[in-house]
């Protein structure tokens, strides 16, 4: 069973920096992906970014692009560590953080960043950006 556990959130002021940690163990199948949500009061469930232990590939939403860098300690390894590293906060990124995974794909796969694309997920981390 795939057990997501998220770390990392907390207060921060705009225009600063935070990294999440989300361990993540249990993968049967050799390919993976992770992935990264959040979610904000009222507001629906997003996807941030992913990455693909296949070959490392990324994905990123728009609002994100520059600020926000996913990445990964092993690469299709059946317990690993991937970090997203937050820079120049914004008080638009204050959610719930999640980490999600899917574990039944193929080399090939190209991860996205829909929630139906996931399979597990974990309890989620809070951060707030405020001054």
């Known amino acids: 069973q795939v057990q997501l556990v998220e770390s990392g959130g907390g207060l921060v002021q705009p225009g600063d920096s935070l990294r999440l940690s989300c361990d993540a163990s249990g993968f049967s199948m050799p390919y993976y992906a992770i992935a990264w949500f959040r979610q904000a009061p009222g507001k629906k469930r997003e996807g941030v970014s992913c990455i693909s232990s296949s070959d490392g590939s990324t994905k990123y939403r728009d609002s994100v692009r520059g600020r926000f860098t996913i990445s990964s300690v092993n690469t299709n390894n059946p317990r690993n560590t991937v970090y997203l590293q937050m820079n120049s906060l914004k008080p638009e990124d204050t959610a719930v953080y999640y980490c999600?995974?899917?574990?039944?794909?193929?080399?090939?796969?190209?991860?996205?960043?829909?929630?139906?694309?996931?399979?597990?997920w974990g309890q989620g981390t809070q951060v707030t950006v405020s001054s």
């Open positions: 999600a995974a899917i574990n039944d794909i193929t080399s090939s796969y190209v991860c996205g960043l829909g929630k139906a694309d996931y399979d597990y």
